[in-house]
């Protein structure tokens, strides 16, 4: 018994082993070939030479101005934040209104939301193309951060009102008894107990805030002033496919911040998706 | 429930058992007023910014418009369906398949995949960490970046293909060949895609009541049986959520079209996605997109709804288990 579990033991480690690696190999030829002139890179692609490895590449990378590095992770970065406040801060107060009063309104309003989940963001971007040069919002900044929040807000104030259900009526009661105002209870007293649930709902908000490519493309447009890292990286690599060079480089200054903070916040990230998706 | 109830049959004042005194009349409306003002600003840009959209494409979908402000929609009826479903030009349907293709295989696949690892990465250990780890992290990646990397590492003289033509001698046609590029179309979704359906499926063990499964090992059971009789039947809901969620994502498959093979080669890798964004609005045919977009819609929402019909007693069974 104890020698065939140990065996089928063995067995697990190194299949897992073997896939793992074969998930790791892109990464790796990544990282690698953007240290390599396109010549070295087209004969040896799985070796880097330390003698002629060199970060002129990645200098050129830096510098380019399609894609400009810094402004475009403070851009999305911003974006991120933005998108992230503004759905959370209106998801908070409809959720508790939705969780608390009871009645048939208040779950078709909840339905009419959830409805949302199942419209995906690119499909419905072209009417919202119209809809955003109606009130002018088209090409701004701020009617993308809506149009990105929009998408955010069926799924948080989901997660939201399922949580907020839990969490017991006595407290928001009690301090509505003392005389405070209903803001001020959402805001003081039932927010700072919805910890776990936003930081489920910012990550996963912030995860795909970061890798939206076809909002900022087509609502700020392909010769925007600010890029985003998707957009200012399909600006440098998408005519220049074949330029090893250039895409090797791009793709690494494009990837590293992003795969540091998963492996430093994995257990986080990983259990906000589940939680999510349980509580969805 | 109980203070709305009496409030509603027995006037203004019910007996003072309950803590929260009842509110006057005027403070209950302004309660509801209240209320309606908290929903407010999320149903402005929830009903701006995806409703009206919603709207905008089902009425733009019944007429031609080039999407020039100067020029105003004109109404053509079903037209823009019929040609859909016709299809004179035999452009479109060619991306209905490859997005069946992709949805079918795909999700069979990915969620396939991920179960199997889930039921060997489910223990909490150093090793398993780091394995969910490496099984997860193309996920965070955007999707048009992993199009880019495997566009350079499968391309014609990418560093797959100089492996194979130093080792064979000759290259795979990964991204020429309308059907290989399919294929590898497929295989670069999954990849990307079965670690959010994995993370589910392993947050789905740890919920399978461990005692049932020792008392049915300690009855006989084989590691398959366990599995078929126990264990597969407490996952029920969520195979259910890992089948829709990964459904739904892969139905709109774009922006990795975008970075592996921009479609091609010719339109052998377009998706339904590729096609109303990258050729029919693209193209200035507004119309023809929206119609498109309302059925991608409708679609997925009758996918997504049939399939939850349809598991409910399974999920049902899962409960009765748990």
């Known amino acids: 018994m104890n020698k065939t579990r140990r065996t089928s033991n063995a067995i ?139 998408t955010m807000i069926p799924f948080t104030l989901f997660i939201f009102s399922g949580y907020i259900r839990m969490l017991p009526r006595t407290l928001d009661e009690a301090a509505m008894i003392d005389g405070a105002s209903r803001l001020r209870v959402i805001w003081t007293i039932v927010f700072p107990l919805m910890k776990p649930i936003v930081a ?50 791009t793709l690494l200054l494009a990837i590293t911040p992003i795969l540091v903070i998963f492996v430093i916040m994995q257990r986080f990230i990983m259990t906000g998706l589940a939680s999510g998706a349980v509580k969805g | 429930m ?146 880019f990397l495997w566009q350079a590492l499968l391309g014609p003289h990418g560093a797959i293909n100089g492996l194979i033509e130093a080792s064979v001698g000759s290259t795979i046609p990964f991204l020429s060949d309308p059907n290989v590029a399919l294929w590898t179309l497929i295989g670069v979704i999954i990849w990307a895609q079965f670690g959010v359906q994995l993370v589910l499926y392993i947050a789905g063990l740890q919920t399978v009541s461990a005692e049932l499964q020792e008392a049915a090992r300690i009855d006989g059971a084989t590691r398959v049986q366990v599995f078929r009789h126990v264990t597969w039947p407490a996952l029920a809901p969520t195979f259910t959520i890992a089948l829709v969620t990964s459904l739904l994502s892969l139905l709109k498959a774009y922006d990795v079209v975008l970075g592996l093979t921009n479609g091609g080669p010719g339109d052998a890798t377009q998706t339904w996605a590729y096609e109303i964004l990258a050729v029919s609005f693209a193209n200035n045919r507004v119309g023809l997109a929206c119609a498109q977009a309302v059925l991608l819609i409708v679609v997925a929402a009758i996918l997504s709804f049939s399939i939850m019909a349809l598991r409910r007693r399974a999920d049902a069974g899962a409960e009765a288990i748990s």
């Not at chain 1, 692609?45 to 830096?62: Q, S, V």
């Not at chain 1, 199942?118 to 499909?123: E, R, S």
């Not at chain 1, 609502?219 to 998408?238: C, D, M, N, Q, W």
């Not at chain 2, 003002?37 to 009206?52: H, Q, S």
Request: proline residues 7%; aromatic residues 10%; contains cysteine.
């Open chain 1, 12 to 150: 697990r480690v190194a299949a897992l082993s073997v896939l793992g690696i074969a998930m790791l190999v892109p990464l790796y030829i990544l990282v690698i070939n953007a240290f390599k002139p396109q010549q070295d890179i087209l004969l040896s692609p799985l070796t880097l030479d330390p003698a002629t490895a060199t970060t002129e590449f990645l200098e050129a990378a830096w510098n380019s101005t399609q894609f400009p590095v810094i402004d475009s992770y403070l851009f999305t970065l911003l974006l991120v934040v933005a998108c992230n406040v503004v759905s959370i801060a209106v998801s908070v107060p409809a959720a508790y209104v939705i969780a608390r009063t009871p009645g048939l309104v208040f779950g078709i309003v909840l339905m009419f939301f959830v409805a949302g989940m199942f419209i995906p963001a690119q499909i419905i971007l072209v009417p919202t193309i119209f809809v955003l040069k109606a009130v002018g919002l088209m090409g701004t900044i701020p009617g993308l951060v809506l149009f990105m929040s929009a």
């Open chain 1, 200 to 249: 489920t709902a910012f990550v996963l908000n912030a995860l795909s805030a970061w890798n939206d490519f076809v909002s900022p493309q087509l609502i700020l447009g392909p010769g925007a002033e600010h890029k985003t890292i998707t957009t200012g990286v399909y600006a440098a690599v998408s005519s220049y496919s074949t330029n090893y060079e250039v895409v090797f480089p």
């Open chain 2, 2 to 147: 109980t203070a709305v109830d009496t409030a509603r049959v027995g006037g203004h004042r019910s007996p003072a058992r309950r803590t929260p005194p009842r509110p006057p009349r005027w403070r209950r409306i302004g309660e509801q007023a209240l209320n309606g003002a908290f929903t407010l600003p999320a149903l402005i840009i929830y009903v701006g910014l995806m409703v009206i959209p919603v709207g905008y494409a089902v009425y733009y979908s019944f007429t031609e418009y080039n999407g020039i402000p100067s020029q105003s929609p004109e109404w053509v009826g079903l037209d823009n369906y019929t040609r859909i479903f016709a299809d004179p030009a035999s452009e479109m349907h060619s991306s209905l398949l490859v997005t069946a293709a992709i949805a079918i295989i795909g999700s069979l696949v990915v969620n396939a995949v991920a179960l199997a690892l889930a039921l060997l990465l489910q223990k909490k250990s150093r090793f398993n960490t780091v394995g969910r780890v490496v099984m997860f992290y193309p996920h965070v990646l955007s999707a048009l970046i992993v199009g």
